[in-house]
């Protein structure tokens, strides 16, 4: 069932969105060769909990930390470590946060100091489409026609959308009905209504879009190797377009 958020969780859903925003933006200055996957989790989880919200990740279906670090050619729920950041690395970065039982969760893949060509415009393409999504996100529009404005645009760019792995509904939960698929036909699916929170992300690998998961159990890499991006926004549907609650400013 989709649930219709009211006009006070709506309001507790800004507050988790920003709290996120904040999150990235700390993490996006902290991101550097020489840093730690790990020491970006620590401080992800420390500036969450010092903005009076909770890691929505941590302990989920045993999940162990309180951010998802995925480098190069993984394309999610990468689990934070010793690993080291290298210059030339990209490194997507998925954080989800609880503020009084309501989720805002979204992603954004970074570079590691200068990066190649191919991955910038990765980078690029795959911001892009987030926003040509978002821009489907609105109540004269049906779910299908997210996916579609995401995979043509990709496509559109010899890019590969990952299948396996869509966005979803958010709200008292991290991860509601409806799932939102980045690729598909236009015109199918449930009418987006007011109300409704979407957590719309792209996932685009540079090669083909099979993936696979790694022995771990979490993470997720490209078959064929290749680089892969990931962003993410928590969206709400308003009566007049949308709201993206996680756009990243700092509170």
Known sequence: MIVIKSSHEHQLMQRAGRIVATVLCELESAIRPGV??????????????????????????????????SVNEEVVHGIPS???????????IDVGAFYEGYCGDAARTFPVGEISPTALELLQVTK????????????????????????????????????????????RKMHEEPQVPNFGLPGRGPRLKAGMALAIEPMVN??????????????????????????EDTVFITEDGNEVLTAQEEL
């Not at 950041?85 to 990209?90: A, K, R």
């Not at 996100?137 to 997210?146: E, M």
């Not at 043509?152 to 760019?157: I, K, L, S």
């Open 206 to 231: 540079a090669g083909q879009f099979p993936v696979k998961v790694l022995s771990d159990n979490w993470t997720v890499v490209t078959q064929d190797g290749s680089l892969s991006a990931h962003f």
């Open 128 to 171: 892009e489409a987030l926003y040509q999504g978002i821009a489907m996100a609105k109540a004269t529009c049906r779910l299908s026609d997210i996916g579609h404005a995401i995979q043509t645009h990709v496509e559109a760019n010899g890019l590969a959308v990952v299948r396996q792995y869509v966005g979803h509904g958010i709200g």
């Open 82 to 92: 010793q690993r080291v950041l290298q210059e030339g690395d990209i490194i997507s």
């Open 36 to 69: 730690t996957t790990k020491e970006l989790d620590e401080l992800a989880e420390t500036t969450i909990y010092k903005l009076n919200a909770i890691p929505a990740f941590k302990g989920y279906g045993g999940f162990p930390a309180s951010i998802c670090a």
